[in-house]
């Protein structure tokens, strides 16, 4: 608050309309400013040293705070709202790049590898026959015992999967490993 009335005297264009304005916002503050100090003496007795644990609280919520901030505008797994989908409590933001549409059949790939299925969601559209490809690259382990609609196939440790999914309905559709230690999902909109 303080700094906007000072930006506003500064900008006022002369010294004495700079100092009216500063005079005015000084007058005009005191009786809180008073309180306030009243009020954080009384405070200060009352609290003792818990006031000081408040305040430290106080300053490192606000410094999390600030960093979150950082990490968000950098889209960093490590923000507080990407941690669930880093954490792999959450499903990835559904794409569509692994998605093509040809003479009304969509295809959509998915690639196995050695320790996950990616894309991890996916973006299909409804009312259209749906074919999934599934691609591994070096696929080992229970990776290549892939399971879709309560239906498993075995995947090569190299090549493709055709898999016909039909005409797909709004929803969604998970997939997963053999053991269920890797999984993704299929969202129909």
Known sequence: MTLSVEAL???????WAG???MAVFVIGTSPLFAALGYLAR????????????ATGLLVVAVGLYSVNGGLTLLDSPLAAANLPQT???APPA???ETVTT???QQ??????TADAYTPGNIQLKAGVPTTLIVRS???AGCIRAFVISDRQFILPENGDTRIDLGTLTPGRLDYRCGMGMYTGQLTII
Do not use: E, Y
Not at 42 to 53: N, S, Y
């Open 9 to 15: 005297a500064l900008t006022s264009g002369s010294w």
């Open 19 to 21: 100092a009216v304005t």
């Open 42 to 53: 009384k405070a200060a007795t009352v609290w003792r040293g818990r006031l000081a644990i």
């Open 87 to 89: 954490l792999g409590l």
């Open 94 to 96: 559904a794409t569509a």
């Open 102 to 104: 040809t003479a009304g």
């Open 107 to 112: 295809t959509v790939v998915v690639t196995a």
């Open 137 to 139: 690259d070096n696929a």
